[in-house]
């Protein structure tokens, strides 16, 4: 049997292992042949270590390296010697050294890749990525995100340990409630015609482990949302779940804080401080129109509806009379900004319903625009004071209804971001926003629906506000904002079993459905529920940002495509139809369907 236990990974040796004994094994990364001499780069996921194979030493391995191709897996024995002088490679944490061989086997040879593995700068289509897979980490910076990952998860644990948090595992198999999600439902095949439902969040056990006296829970938990996908999202996804009994906001953020400095500190070197910024959602909203701001650039939104009402500017006075506001933000240097550009930028608005877009140029000879004929010069200086502008910047100006006014500049204000090079990606800007909306508006059922989850406790000073005006009460929620990405999303819960009722009440559930959905939770909370509140880190999304991609898929190891597919394993499938008949579960296919 070949030996192939390793001595040392391939990342290992250095100058002054020379002389040393020792055996590699690992994937052939490249091969060369110079002259009768062939080098081979052996590679693991620890570095590479440069093989020689000399015709004059073991002409029988010379043979055998000879036929070697990229990936094959070999081992060998051989002996640290320094490279010849002026074939050092600087690059390599090994490049001082190299290996000659005395003992060689080939464990096993690979196909041609359909990309290549030791080329990473080229370009490889991303579907062609996930359906090899395997091979695709084994480029390396699939790997890199991995034990960057590995690293966080490691700390988070032995941080929430500190603070006195235990890790407890809950169900997968649950049942299926309301969380803003679709579930992903499995059939029981004991109890036909019934289905689990596989967990949103572990939203309703964390809180029974609070009733339970547990007093601090987290884990690291998987979690599953049949929603449509985008860049930052996934059907299976990973939180870093905690509840605290007893606690306030006021408790739990410094532990929160502690918990990301930790991990940014000791996984990128990042210094942050605490206390984090915050911002209430109403002030992000107004400023940046969103709530979750990227706050390493400017170009803050601000309200000139006062202004713009003593115009005779027709569009802005028509957009005031219906409600609606006007509002406008300052490019820095924005004067560079063609005719051409704005008209892009006019045609980027329109995607979210924003009709038109004003603007003004503040040139070395004075404002410039279309529009500034419609204002007075007390009233257009009154305008520039109030965005900050000077000599050199452009203002943008628009009015809409305030949903499609925020989400309209919010898309504006992040594409100009990129467009000029404003954003530091070296910066790292945590933000609470708090003070959520407890309620939001279902026009299609004409209803109040959850803007965060039913459990959610309203702020307190707004209580009153649940029998007189409901939908201007705000809740006791909380998001952690970095960089413009949601992380982290939490709230201090309804411990008291009447107020749930009241909840449930404005949310029109019959006592049928909210015994249906929630009965068990409600009992429980009738024996006796501390005060308590909790958070849930996006734990994929975390990890996109600190290894800095744009991509979620780069940071799981066996991810889906945005058709939430697995194109390695070709999942979703179709079962068998044993499968199927003893679930009984019957399939309609187009033809029954008629």
């Given amino acids: 049997m070949v030996d192939y236990q390793r001595t040392h990974t391939c990342g290992a040796l250095r100058k002054n292992d020379v002389g040393s004994e020792i055996r590699l094994s690992g994937w052939v990364h490249r091969r060369r042949d110079h002259g ?113 990952r590995h690293r966080a998860m490691l700390l988070t644990r032995n941080y929430l340990d500190k603070q006195g948090f235990t890790e407890i595992t809950t169900p997968i198999l649950g049942k299926s409630s309301p969380e803003g999600a679709r579930d992903y439902l ?25 009733i339970s006296g547990m007093d601090r829970y987290f884990q690291i938990a998987t979690c599953f949302r049949d929603e449509d996908l985008r860049a930052d999202r996934q059907p299976e996804f990973t939180q870093i779940d905690l509840e605290m009994s007893f606690g306030t906001q006021e408790t739990l953020f410094p532990i929160l804080e502690g918990l990301m400095i930790e ?12 206390p984090f910024r915050h911002m209430t959602y109403h002030d992000a909203m107004d400023k940046y129109g969103t709530d979750k701001p990227d706050l390493r650039f400017g170009m803050e939104f601000h309200d000139l509806s006062d202004i713009a009402e003593k115009s005779t500017f ?42 038109g877009l004003a603007w003004i140029k503040l040139k070395e000879s004075g404002p410039t625009s279309t529009i500034t004929k419609f204002f007075e010069e007390p009233l257009l200086d009154s305008l520039i004071k109030r965005v900050g502008a000077e000599t050199g910047d452009l203002i943008f100006l628009a009015s809409a209804p305030d949903k ?12 100009l971001a990129n467009k000029r ?38 702020h307190p000073d707004d209580i009153h ?17 970095l960089n413009g990405y949601e992380v982290a999303s939490g709230a201090c819960r309804i411990y008291d079993s009447a107020l749930q009722d009241k909840i449930f009440t404005l949310l029109k559930l019959t006592p049928e459905e909210i015994n249906e959905r929630f009965g068990f939770f409600i009992e429980a909370l009738k024996y006796g529920t501390p005060p308590h509140l909790g958070l849930a880190f996006g734990f994929d999304r975390l990890m996109m940002i600190l290894t800095e991609t744009d991509n979620i898929r780069d940071v799981i190891a066996f991810p889906k495509n945005q058709q939430a597919a697995d194109l390695m394993m070709s999942a979703p499938s179709e079962a068998q139809k044993e499968q199927l008949t003893e679930l009984k579960i019957h399939i309609h296919d187009q033809e029954e369907t008629k």
């Fill in 36 to 148: 009768g001499l062939i080098f081979i780069d052996l590679r693991d996921r620890y570095g590479l270590t440069q093989i020689v194979f000399r015709p004059t030493d073991h002409p029988e391995f010379h043979e055998k390296a000879s036929h070697l191709r990229g990936e094959w897996v070999i081992s060998v024995k051989g002996k640290v010697i320094p490279r010849a002088e002026g074939m050092i490679n600087p690059s390599l944490k090994t490049g001082e050294i190299e290996i000659e061989v005395l003992e060689f086997a080939i464990l096993s040879q690979a196909k041609t890749p359909p990309f290549s593995i030791c080329d990473e700068n080229i370009t490889v289509n991303e579907e062609l990525r996930l359906k090899y897979r395997y091979l695709d980490i084994r480029r390396g910076d699939v790997t890199k995100r991995l034990l960057v």
């Fill in 186 to 210: 499995i059939p029981s095949r004991i109890y036909p015609g019934s289905f689990y439902a596989l967990p949103q969040a572990p939203q309703i056990f964390k809180q029974l482990l609070m």
């Fill in 263 to 274: 991990i940014f500190n000791n996984c990128k070197g990042i210094k942050s401080t605490s």
């Fill in 314 to 355: 027709s569009i802005f006075l028509d957009e005031l009379k219906r409600g609606n506001k006007v509002k406008g933000f300052c490019v820095k240097g924005g004067t560079d900004i063609s005719r051409k550009m704005i008209d892009e930028h006019t045609l980027l608005v329109k995607k979210f319903g924003l009709q």
């Fill in 404 to 415: 499609i006014l925020c989400q309209s500049l919010d898309h504006l204000r992040r594409h």
């Fill in 421 to 458: 090079n404003l954003i530091d990606p070296t910066r790292f800007e945590f933000l609470w926003i708090t003070d959520f909306p407890l309620f939001q508006w279902d026009a299609e059922s004409q209803s109040l629906a959850c803007e965060h989850n039913p459990f959610t406790s309203p």
């Fill in 465 to 481: 506000l649940l029998d007189t005006d409901p939908l201007s009460a705000r809740s006791a929620a909380y998001d952690l904002v």
